[in-house]
């Protein structure tokens, strides 16, 4: 069934112009079909009951539980080309909550700390059409760009930076969760496709996180992020 983010109103969807557009000149609904509409305060089972004008109304509230137990947000640095997309789009699949991108010292890409870009706008639009895909609750926040410096400062209860130095040996994601519970935030900071300088890994320990490895392989930026969030996503379900 399709599923669409809207308001809510007189037991009406207000869907955008584009999914609107979308539900009828590309899905083809028909009168008296069913979608699915997701509204802040959760998921409402809706029927179409005219086309021109669109008139959806709700029928149900669904009772489901798609999100992680634990807010989850994955930090990294501004890549090249499409895989900050890729990022968005497969992390959103596995419950991010939150993506931050930042800029630290071997960043390749040229962005200010706050821009709000295209490449910013279309990350979010990723996050919107791949949480409606995966029939999320809530659409992930694609935070403005940030300088690595503000981003190790921030509070959470478990930080966790993926350390390319540690790879074959040192602390696993799986150790690192050990004895934490869900609810709990959690923030996992992936280095540039150039790594981090030692500098940056030793202000990182010193700002509480638990430096940690993804294996005995080095990986790609954007592999490290979706394997990092997928490791954190399976530990996150089972609590
Ligand atoms: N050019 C660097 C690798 C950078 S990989 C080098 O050759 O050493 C990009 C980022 O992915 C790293 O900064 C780190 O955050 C993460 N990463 C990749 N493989 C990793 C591993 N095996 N363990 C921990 N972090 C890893």
Known sequence: MQRYFADIE???????????HHLRDVVRIRVSEEVEIVAQDGAYLCRVSSLNPLVIEEIAKIAEKRELENPLTIAWSLLKGENNDWIVMKGTEL????????????????????????RLLRMRKIAKESSQQCRREKIPEVAAYRKYTDV???????????????????????????????????????????????????????????????????LRAETAAVYGASLISAWSEEQ
Do not use: M, W
């Open 95 to 118: 419950g991010v909550t939150t993506f931050l991108p930042f800029l630290s010292k071997r960043t390749i890409l040229k962005a200010q700390a706050g821009e709000e870009d295209n």
């Open 10 to 20: 007189d037991h009406r969807a207000i869907l955008s112009k584009e999914d609107a």
């Open 152 to 218: 190790i400062d921030d509070s959470y209860d478990v930080k966790l930076f993926a350390y390319e130095e540690l790879t074959g040996h040192g602390l696993s994601i799986p150790e690192a969760l050990k004895g934490h519970k869900a609810g709990e935030s959690i923030l996992l900071v992936i280095g540039p496709e150039g790594g981090f300088t030692p500098e940056e890994a030793e202000s990182a320990k010193q700002n509480g996180f638990a430096l940690v490895s993804l294996g005995r392989r080095i």
